[in-house]
């Protein structure tokens, strides 16, 4: 007898209305003398577990999800409870049959899929596939594949979860419902192929934002004013100059630093007070997935992608010699820096034997977890403290090893004991002014004898020793030099990788295990490029980003987004309704694509740029248009004159005062597939645009100094008498010299936005400390 397939939504039923999504029924029969049939998500993980669980277990992978949303309908009823019609996916039609076909030789069947909202929604899509009652006890979760965990977690299966899978079975409804409404819109006003996503869309809008304020920013000048002193004993140390409320001195120009400087240049100080503290600097907490990612595009260079992709192997198990299979670290989609009660007991003997009893806490240290954590698994840790970093060369693949090394450093050190520095202030007192010198002393290393890559490089916690001499209230010092150090102000930076998971976090924009793909998506899309290792949006992203503000702006505001998530966990909580959220969701949402749909042709209309470039088919100026490919041209009488071609950027030219080299005539600028360049309308010469500095070059005396661009993309200053004058610098140059050897100085802008101005003879030796003021003996 044919019976066809029904869909469970709930604890409702709705028969499939298409035949593609149409099933024949499957019915399990068990078979009591069978293996127990473990299903889990990956080949890796079912070889690793099956190892463990041994001969009566047979553990197969469902390849992650094996049902979805249709690919070519919406697949949601908007009007019944956005009830969603799943189909089996096509390209997973031979892994359920084989899990069918395993599935009638089994004694029973265990769901162990990854143990978060999707994993739990996989077990829930396998249950109903597998005809599998998801109330019974047939859902494992473990939270790293060692063997205690799986059979504890074997023992003790649980139901399945539905306020979990409605939580992402909400998200996925959400993401589908604004992709397939909102990007044909955009089609309409751009070109087809474009993409919105409820959480992409906000991460590109934070990028273009971010480069607004970086074009809009205003550079300001200011100075500061050091000095260095010097003891009895010949030791120098350098003070600071105070302002009136005891800040450091603020200069807006020379003159007043000069000013500044002439109060108390030559003249020697007085100690009036010295004050030491201790201070303890705690470890940071082990990771969870967003402070990992970051952690591994700073430290290790790795995309967020590849951190994941290499987290998942290690998760997953690797061929271990002598251990064969294992999983080396716990599950790495997390927001939680728990750790288990467990492994606090075993990593505290540990850090003992290996460097001393000084080094453990007195109690365990107990990390606060954000209010947007969901704290469902531990943090991302060692599975066991059996397998140090040194034990696995040879097993793990270079990149595999520095990543868990990075993990194990990280979690060692979450439970070492802080490290105790000594800070020492001390204010002189130079006749009028008030200066101060600071000196920071470690006196216990604590858990950075394990972290010693974290102090190398200085930061806000001045964790760079820094000593001052020995020096007592009343004790007079003398004048050695002084100097003013010249600074501008900077745009706040461009977004990396790390620095933009960091800001999606503090916000609340998706969840751990989305960042990845989201960085992956708005690049693939072209919204943003990559300069280095910084986003740069794009024309097209910048365009994408101003109509979804003007017209939808509440679902690309970045508190309703964050809301959006808090709502989201609610559902998992069993704190408010699938169909609540949705349906609040959905008519803020309806509105505003209400809207957009009524001015539509509108806006499409506004947007247009009109050419110079006449159709040559009917006589109209033609209209620039974005297409997939960059720029063409197309006629605006489209569909009566469907003309298009190449949009050439060479045809804007631009009349420039620059004179041809051969023929004297003035160049023109123009714009090639390299960017601006200059060209001789007369005999056809070009040149590339160089940027006069004014500074007159130090080496020829004649020529100026100029900003050019190399081969390789980079910028450097050259004589514009090139190839007569060769000086080049790498650096920017200022209008002012070196006071010991005359060479030119130069300013380097650091990725922390700081500047330094210093001599650019490497041989010169100021270099490249300060340049100072020297006092004569």
Not at 200 to 209: L, M
Not at 691 to 702: A, L
């Amino acid at each position: 007898m044919s019976i066809k397939r029904t869909i469970t939504i709930g604890t409702k039923t709705r028969k499939k209305r298409t035949k593609n999504v149409e099933t024949p029924i499957f019915k399990r029969k068990s078979n009591p003398k069978g293996k127990h049939l473990v299903i889990v998500e990956s080949p890796a993980k079912a070889k690793t577990i099956e190892k463990i669980l041994g001969t009566k277990y047979k553990v197969m992978a469902s390849m992650g999800h094996l049902r979805d949303l249709p690919k070519k309908t919406l697949g949601i009823d908007l009007e019944n409870g956005f009830k969603p019609e799943y189909v089996n996916s096509t390209d997973r039609a031979d892994v359920i049959k084989n899990l069918q076909i395993e599935a009638n030789k089994s004694a029973d069947i265990l769901l162990a899929t990854d143990p978060d909202r999707e994993g739990e929604a996989i077990s829930w899509h396998l249950s109903t596939i597998l005809d599998v009652d998801p109330d019974k006890n047939v859902r494992v979760a473990f939270h790293e594949i060692t063997p205690p965990a799986i059979k504890e977690a074997i023992k003790n299966p649980v139901s399945v979860d539905m306020n979990r899978v409605n939580a992402q079975q909400a998200r996925r409804v959400l993401d589908r419902i604004v992709g397939y409404k909102l990007s044909p819109w955009l089609w309409k006003q751009v070109y087809r192929g474009l993409s919105a996503g409820r959480v992409q869309s906000v991460a590109v809008r934070i990028i273009c934002e971010r480069e607004e304020e970086i074009k809009s920013f205003i550079t300001e000048e200011y100075w500061h004013v050091n000095a260095v002193y010097k003891t009895d004993k010949g030791e120098c140390f350098t003070a600071q100059l105070l302002d009136d409320n005891g800040k450091q001195a603020k200069f807006p120009n020379k003159e007043t630093t000069d000013n500044a400087l002439n109060k108390i240049t030559g003249k020697g100080a007085v100690i009036t007070s010295v004050t030491k503290r201790k201070q303890q600097r705690k470890p940071k907490a082990p990771y969870t997935t967003s402070t990992m990612q970051q952690d591994a595009v700073n430290r290790l260079g790795f995309s967020s992608k590849k951190t994941m992709m290499l987290a998942q192997m290690l998760y997953e198990g690797v061929e271990i010699a002598g251990h064969g299979h294992v999983g080396l670290i716990t599950y790495m989609r997390t927001d939680s820096t728990r750790i288990s009660t467990e492994m606090i007991n075993q990593v505290r003997p540990y850090i003992s034997s290996v460097y001393g009893d000084e080094y453990v806490p007195k109690t365990p240290y107990v990390y606060s977890k954000t209010k947007e954590a969901q704290d469902a698994h531990e943090a991302v840790r060692p599975t066991s403290l059996a397998f140090s970093p040194e034990t696995l060369v040879g097993d793990l693949t270079r990149d595999q090893l520095k990543l868990y090394t990075l993990i194990w450093n990280r979690f060692i050190a979450s439970q070492m004991s802080a490290q105790i520095q000594q800070n020492t202030t001390a204010l002189l007192s130079c006749e009028e002014s008030i200066l101060r010198a600071s000196g920071m002393i470690v006196l216990f290393d604590g858990f950075t004898i394990l972290m010693k890559d974290t102090v190398k490089k200085k930061s806000k916690g001045n964790e760079i020793e820094k000593r001052l001499p020995l020096i007592v209230e009343g004790q007079k010092v003398s004048a050695v030099s002084s100097e003013g150090e010249q600074h501008f102000t900077s745009p706040p930076p461009r977004f990396t990788e790390a620095s933009l998971i960091k800001m999606l976090e503090e916000k609340g924009i998706g969840r751990p295990s989305t960042y990845a793909p989201i960085l992956e998506v708005i690049q693939k899309k072209k919204y943003v490029d990559k300069d280095g290792k910084q986003f740069i949006p794009t024309e097209l992203g910048f365009i994408v980003t101003n109509l979804l503000k003007k017209y939808f702006g509440r679902v690309v505001d970045i508190s309703f987004t964050a809301d959006m998530e808090k709502w989201l966990d609610q559902v998992a909580d069993g704190h408010a309704t699938y169909e609540k959220v949705l349906s609040d969701f959905y008519t803020i949402f309806s509105k505003e694509l209400s809207k957009a749909d009524a001015n539509s042709a509108e806006e499409k209309k506004n947007n247009q740029e009109i050419s110079d470039v006449v159709c040559e088919k009917c006589g109209a100026n033609m209209i620039i248009k974005l297409g997939r490919y960059g720029k063409y041209l197309a006629c605006p009488n489209f569909p009566d004159c469907k003309n298009i071609k190449p949009y050439n950027k060479e045809v804007k030219e631009e009349p420039s005062e620059v004179v041809c080299e051969k023929c004297q005539h003035l160049m023109n600028y123009k714009m090639g597939p390299y960017g601006r360049y200059l060209s001789c309308p007369s005999c056809g010469a070009s040149k590339s645009i160089v940027i006069d500095t004014g500074i007159t070059c130090p080496k020829c005396k004649n020529g100026h100094i100029v900003k050019r661009k190399s081969k390789k993309g980079r910028y450097f200053y050259g004589c514009n008498q090139y190839p007569s004058c060769n000086m080049v610098l790498w650096n920017e140059p200022v209008n002012d010299f070196c006071e010991v050897c005359g060479h030119i100085k130069v300013k380097r802008v650091y990725k922390n936005g700081t500047e330094k101005i210093f001599c650019s003879n490497q041989e010169c030796e100021t270099y490249p400390q300060k340049t100072r003021k020297t006092v004569a003996e």
